[in-house]
């Protein structure tokens, strides 16, 4: 039996290569009999400052509300993005300060040095593009926004395994390359569960 999966495309323009990767993940995944939906954050309406931290409840826009429970209702997760100075674009950044909340995402328990994890259940994907070359970016930057992405966002509320897929360098890479990766991405698609 196929999974519940929700992509959610980072990048803010449907021509992009993420949007392409984004479209053969699924595609591969549909194949398997996962049913899958696709969520391009560039299209969701939002304020995407979350204004006063935790201080002050802020209220969730209809999109976030219907992203909210589409990550509920999902079984696993795949974030398609470009590294951006090193980190995720600012549309990925807004939509996980404002969704991933306190009481959604995690919550504190007094006394406890670690919130409570409450995303549990689900596993995730990571479709990474960039300019850097790839091992470049692992070993000597340190990969920050897939720490961000995997370690302190993702496995501190509760998903795992998260696996991860770079694609770079982006600028110079030849049409056979970009072929390439959209096979790897249907591939990684039809090869979940």
């Known amino acids: ?4 999966m929700l992509i959610l495309l980072g990048h803010p323009s449907h021509n992009s290569l993420c949007n392409a990767l984004a479209e053969q993940y699924a595609e591969g995944a549909r194949a398997k009999g996962h049913e899958v939906s696709l969520l391009r954050l560039g299209e969701l309406d939002f304020d995407p400052i979350l204004h006063e931290g935790y201080n ?14 589409a990550i509920v209702r999902a079984e ?9 100075w090193g980190g995720v674009p600012a549309t990925l950044k807004g939509f996980l300060d404002r969704v991933f909340l306190p ?18 259940g689900r596993s995730a994907d990571l479709l990474v593009t960039l300019d850097t070359p790839p091992w470049y970016y692992r070993w000597v930057y340190r990969m920050p926004a897939i720490h961000q992405m995997r370690r302190t966002t993702l496995e501190f509320c509760g998903i795992r395994p998260v696996r991860t897929a770079l694609f770079g360098p982006v600028k110079d890479a030849s049409p056979a390359r970009r072929e390439a990766w959209l096979a790897q991405a249907r591939a990684m698609g039809n090869q979940h569960g």
Do not use: C, N, S
Request: cysteine-free; proline content about 9%.
């Open 56 to 69: 002050r409840i802020q209220p969730l826009e209809p999109d976030l509300e219907q992203a909210r429970q």
């Open 103 to 120: 009481g959604f995402a995690f919550k504190y328990r007094e006394g406890a040095l670690f919130p409570d994890k409450l995303l549990t």
């Open 1 to 4: 039996m196929g999974k519940r």
């Open 76 to 84: 696993h997760l795949v974030f398609v993005f470009p590294v951006w």
